[in-house]
């Protein structure tokens, strides 16, 4: 599976953007898609995931309320609506996919795409 991100960039505190992960031709069937960012120093962590077959969603307790994640399974693309942007979510956002229908573990992802710069400035 080869993945796409794109949509970052840089807005001021408060703001919002729209992420999106588009795929290759392949479904991810019932599996887990989700979003991890990772700032400068620091390990990367999971944001938000969606289970493709089901749509349910799961979110990390530092962006619940404020991020959405969804999918859009004729477009074969996961999106994350970010709201409320603040200068601690500035990251390098990764969208993946992983062999499990939930996870927010990342060893349990295996497809990584090439990630896309958040910067929120206070």
């Known amino acids: 599976v080869q993945l796409q991100a794109s949509g970052g960039g840089l807005v001021q505190a408060g703001g919002s953007l729209r992420l999106s992960c588009a795929a290759d031709?392949?479904?991810?069937?019932?599996?887990?898609v989700g979003w991890f960012r990772q700032a400068p120093g620091k390990e990367r962590e999971f944001v938000a995931g969606?289970?493709?077959?089901?749509?349910?969603?799961f979110y990390s307790d530092s962006v619940k309320g404020r991020f959405t994640i969804s999918r859009d399974k004729a477009k074969n693309s996961v999106f994350l609506q970010m709201n409320t942007l603040k200068p601690d979510d500035t990251a390098v956002y990764y969208c993946?996919?992983?062999?499990?229908?939930?996870?927010?573990?990342?060893?349990?992802?295996?497809?990584w795409g090439q990630g896309t710069q958040v910067t929120v400035s206070s």
């Open positions: 969606i289970n493709w077959g089901f749509g349910n969603t």
């Open positions: 031709g392949r479904t991810f069937s019932s599996y887990a």
């Open positions: 993946a996919v992983a062999r499990r229908s939930y996870s927010d573990t990342t060893r349990d992802y295996v497809y």
